[in-house]
């Protein structure tokens, strides 16, 4: 496709269960990246990937988060567990650049995980 | 990275222009300043970034003052559709979001 992928776009989790978020970036772009974005508020960082390697994952805020990108294109974030504040829309970008200023990110519509 | 300032919400008047202010004075010196909208329900947008040069798209300028403190987005004549949340942002490798200007456009 023309854009950034994500899937599914509505996602309802009873609490407990583990949850995937699959994003497709657009082809050939170096960069990924996820964001959390709570009600109301702006994104935030979670992790970011160049090619297949995971250059920061500061952003993840418990070791029940997890991404990956494998192959250095199709990423998954999971969640294993999920608690109720873990309910937001997660949006992943990628930019055709690596390294410093790939500051030019194209999103994706996000997935929403409602954690019941 | 280093944050940003800006109005919570504006509102503007269809076909005016919409001038949204960020503030961002502890930007580093090889920072660029970034902005992008976020329409309801939608991923964000990048509409254009600069360094210390004023910058203009097909869709805003950028006016960035001289000691880089702070900076300016200009569309210079609003619709509807350009109703969104604004963000400004300095970034070095990603970006990091604020609370953004949630801009209306009114009729």
């Known amino acids: 496709g023309a854009g950034v992928s994500q899937s599914p776009r509505y996602k309802v989790a009873k609490r407990g269960q583990d949850v995937a978020l699959r994003c497709d970036p657009i082809?050939?772009?170096?960069?990924l990246f996820w964001y959390q974005q709570a009600l109301g508020q702006g994104p935030e960082f979670l992790t970011y990937?160049?090619?297949?390697?995971?250059?920061?994952k500061s952003g993840l805020p418990s070791d029940r988060f997890f991404a990956e990108r494998p192959e250095g294109s199709v990423s998954t974030l999971k969640i294993q567990r999920t608690q109720q504040e873990d309910s937001a829309v997660y949006l992943c970008?990628?930019?055709?650049?690596?390294?410093?200023?790939?500051?030019?990110?194209?999103f994706g519509e996000g997935s929403r995980l409602t954690v019941l | 990275d280093a944050k940003t300032t800006q109005p919570t919400s504006m509102d503007c008047a269809e076909g005016r222009a919409a001038n949204l202010p960020c503030n961002h004075s502890t930007i580093s010196g090889n920072e660029y300043v970034y902005w992008y909208r976020q329409i309801h329900s939608q991923g964000p947008q990048y509409i254009i970034h600069g360094l210390k040069n004023n910058e203009t798209n097909e869709m805003a300028s950028l006016i960035i003052t001289e000691d880089r403190k702070s900076s300016t987005l200009i569309l210079p004549h609003a619709t509807l559709r350009d109703t969104a949340v604004y963000y400004c942002?300095?970034?070095?490798?990603?970006?990091?979001f604020g609370g953004g200007t949630r801009l209306m456009v009114k009729p």
């Open positions: 082809s050939g772009h170096v960069s």
């Open positions: 990937f160049q090619n297949e390697a995971q250059l920061d």
């Open positions: 970008a990628s930019s055709p650049r690596g390294g410093a200023n790939t500051g030019e990110l194209f």
């Open positions: 942002i300095n970034a070095g490798n990603m970006l990091t």
